[in-house]
């Protein structure tokens, strides 16, 4: 097993691996090329470690500050707008998505007292020729490596409710459900226990 850092050459395989994994969110349902630019947009901003096995580019995993990714996001859109904008028009259910998605918009809950992590994992996913082989936990484990190296203490992510093996698996990783919405729970995982007191 290698994991590495992505480069512009896993960008087609990450692209890949998203349009089959995630078909019904927005990024998923855009055109596989325009996939592979709004990842290449995030390469200097975000943590974007691929898997590499046998057969190329096999799993990967994405996320960082959001205050990077979102920069990253506004350039894919601005770059990339009339493109964006043609795939809404088609699918008019997407346009409400495609908003939220693009400009890192989300419900706050008002009921919260803490404030969300400010480093997110966007994004995990396994080819599924190779779901079940261990590879995603190693991407968790790798990602988690590279957050601590810029000091995050926790970071957050968001599950779809219907995503039962989703959240099956991140429960298992050690994430606690910290809100929901409507239609997703929003987990946090601590990386440095607080000393007791």
């Given at each position: 097993?290698?994991?590495?850092?992505?480069?512009?050459?896993?960008?087609?395989?990450?692209?890949?691996?998203?349009?089959?994994?995630?078909?019904?969110?927005?990024?998923?349902r855009?055109?596989?090329?325009?996939?592979a630019?709004?990842?290449?947009?995030?390469?200097?901003?975000?943590?974007?470690?691929?898997?590499?096995?046998?057969?190329?580019?096999?799993?990967?995993?994405?996320?960082?500050?959001?205050?990077?990714?979102?920069?990253?996001?506004?350039?894919?859109?601005?770059?990339?707008?009339?493109?964006?904008f043609?795939?809404?028009?088609?699918?008019?259910?997407?346009?409400?998505?495609?908003?939220?998605?693009?400009?890192?918009?989300?419900?706050?809950?008002?009921?919260?007292?803490?404030?969300?992590?400010?480093?997110?994992?966007?994004?995990?996913?396994?080819?599924?020729?190779?779901?079940?082989?261990?590879?995603?936990?190693?991407?968790?484990?790798?990602?988690?490596?590279?957050?601590?190296?810029?000091?995050?203490?926790?970071?957050?992510?968001?599950?779809?409710?219907?995503?039962?093996?989703?959240?099956?698996?991140?429960?298992?990783?050690?994430?606690?459900?910290?809100?929901?919405?409507?239609?997703?729970?929003?987990?946090?995982?601590?990386?440095?226990?607080?000393?007791?007191?």
């Open positions: 097993m290698s994991i590495r850092e992505a480069n512009v050459n896993d960008i087609a395989g990450i692209a890949r691996i998203h349009k089959g994994r995630f078909p019904r969110q927005f990024v998923g855009l055109p596989r090329s325009l996939i630019k709004f990842y290449a947009s995030q390469l200097a901003r975000s943590i974007l470690l691929v898997h590499v096995g046998k057969s190329g580019v096999d799993g990967f995993v994405h996320g960082g500050l959001s205050s990077l990714m979102a920069a990253g996001r506004k350039e894919f859109f601005l770059t990339n707008m009339g493109r964006c043609w795939s809404m028009a088609i699918r008019p259910p997407l346009c409400w998505s495609a908003v939220k998605s693009l400009t890192g918009w989300r419900f706050r809950n008002r009921q919260s007292r803490e404030a969300p992590p400010d480093c997110w994992l966007r994004c995990l996913a396994v080819d599924r020729a190779v779901e079940g082989t261990g590879i995603g936990a190693v991407l968790v484990e790798a990602f988690e490596y590279a957050i601590r190296v810029t000091h995050a203490r926790e970071y957050g992510l968001s599950v779809n409710k219907s995503n039962r093996r989703a959240i099956q698996f991140y429960e298992k990783m050690g994430f606690e459900v910290e809100r929901e919405t409507e239609k997703s729970f929003c987990y946090r995982k601590r990386l440095v226990r607080e000393a007791s007191k």
